[in-house]
């Protein structure tokens, strides 16, 4: 079983794939798909479908088997789909460099994928970066970005970040959580137009 601890925790392979809002987490690895699935599966993700290469990505992540070319593997095709727009892997590829496996671990390209995810509008993207800056983990601790972040996932109903903004509001000032929730506001409207852009591309790129 591939096992990461980071700051005294261990983190198993589930717990970072089955976080996305609307997947319900699983007791037990996802099994690998079967032989004519999974053959079917990589020939799209071959082609170019994003949403393909994010699946096969995962379910090459689950079957710990290959070890570590299967690793490599997955976390290439992860990225083949965020760099096509795919937000759910811009997501999964910001925590494996958050947690350092299947690759070395790296803040600043955690920060780069969540933040991607996050101004296109994907309310896991939005949630992981609000924890970053809540945490100072890679960056400058921000508690009032942090709060933005959590206030725009819970807006975009993730029901993890309204416990996360309640908690970053106790420490706030009241002058601090003003700025923090008219920015969020402002904000808002700017991801929109960015997410709004990534999908006509991302529309245009697969016809």
Do not use: C
């Amino acid at each position: 079983m591939l096992v990461v601890v980071l700051g005294g925790v261990g983190l198993g392979i589930n717990h970072i794939l089955d976080g996305r809002t609307g997947e319900q987490p699983s007791q037990t690895a996802t099994p690998a798909p079967h032989a004519s699935e999974s053959d079917a599966l990589r020939q799209a993700a071959q082609a170019g479908d994003a949403d393909a290469q994010y699946r096969l990505a995962k379910s090459m992540l689950y079957d710990t088997s290959r070890g570590r070319e299967g690793a490599s593997e997955a976390v290439s095709w992860l990225r083949r789909a965020a760099e096509s727009g795919h937000t759910g892997a811009m997501v999964q590829l910001g925590k494996l460099y958050r947690t350092g496996l299947g690759v070395l671990q790296n803040f600043d390209l955690t920060l780069t994928w969540l933040r991607k995810a996050a101004e296109s509008g994907d309310a896991e993207g939005m949630l992981e970066l609000g924890r970053m800056y809540r945490a100072g983990t890679g960056v400058k601790q921000d508690l009032v970005e942090a709060y933005v972040w959590f206030n725009r996932a819970a807006a975009a109903l993730h029901t993890e970040a309204l416990s996360e903004r309640e908690n970053v509001a106790l420490k706030l000032r009241p002058e601090q959580l003003r700025e923090a929730q008219a920015r969020s506001a402002h904000d808002q409207t700017h991801t929109a137009q960015v997410g709004a852009a990534a999908q006509a591309g991302a529309d245009e790129a697969e016809r």
